[in-house]
């Protein structure tokens, strides 16, 4: 039986848009005295675009490149607290990168939390209307936007499911009530019992 000290290691904080990762890593981070890298952010920064606009101009696989580019980046420093894209783990070198060096607090939430951290944000093009759409109703808004969150849901659930260590329901905590309890997991020894 040994002890594995995670201290080195990265920890990746993963789930739906919506759960909290950017502003539990921060907190998360703080706590352990550990850099925090949100890779939504270095997205934006290394295209200079936000991250609706890459996926509208540049598609769907070179987005999920520069994201596998900045998460590369990342891993070869030490352990930090890295705060990943709702789909990041969704490209298979990505979920590969997080098993092999860190662990993974997998945030969930229901949706009517998720709607009302993120219907604002017109960033986010799962939120805002289908183009030629004109703005449908606040009811008529969730419902759309539920119908196509379950659907996008269904497609990771399995895979979201596979990478995480921890998993913590976030819909009716604070973000300080998340960060205590990714820090004490993170903070109990794993204990492996020989093969």
């Known amino acids: 039986m040994s002890i594995i000290a995670y201290g080195k290691r990265h920890l990746f904080l993963a789930g739906f848009m919506g759960t909290g990762k950017s502003a539990v890593g921060n907190l998360v981070a703080r706590r352990l005295s550990r850099q925090l890298y949100d890779l939504d952010e270095m997205i934006v920064?290394?295209?200079?675009?936000?991250?609706?606009?890459t996926f509208r101009i540049e598609g769907h696989d070179a987005f999920r490149h520069h994201e596998?580019?900045?998460?590369?980046?990342?891993?070869?420093?030490?352990?930090?607290?890295?705060?990943?894209?709702?789909?990041?783990?969704?490209?298979?070198?990505?979920?590969?990168?997080m098993r092999r060096t860190g662990r993974t607090a997998l945030l969930t939430a229901g949706w009517p939390a998720i709607w009302s951290r993120i219907k604002d944000d017109g960033s986010r093009p799962l939120v805002s209307p289908v183009t030629g759409d004109s703005e449908p109703e606040a009811p008529e808004r969730f419902e759309r936007f539920v119908a196509r969150a379950e659907a996008i849901l269904m497609n990771r659930q399995r895979l979201f499911q596979s990478i995480a260590d921890h998993v913590v329901d976030t819909t009716e905590l604070s973000c300080d009530?998340?960060?205590?309890?990714?820090?004490a997991w993170w903070k109990t020894p794993i204990v492996e019992q020989p093969a």
Request: charged share 15%; glycine share 14%.
């Open 68 to 97: 596998t580019r900045a998460l590369r980046s990342i891993v070869i420093s030490a352990g930090a607290v890295i705060a990943l894209g709702g789909g990041a783990p969704t490209t298979p070198l990505i979920a590969d990168i």
């Open 177 to 183: 009530e998340v960060a205590d309890r990714i820090v």
């Open 45 to 53: 920064s290394m295209t200079g675009r936000s991250i609706g606009e």
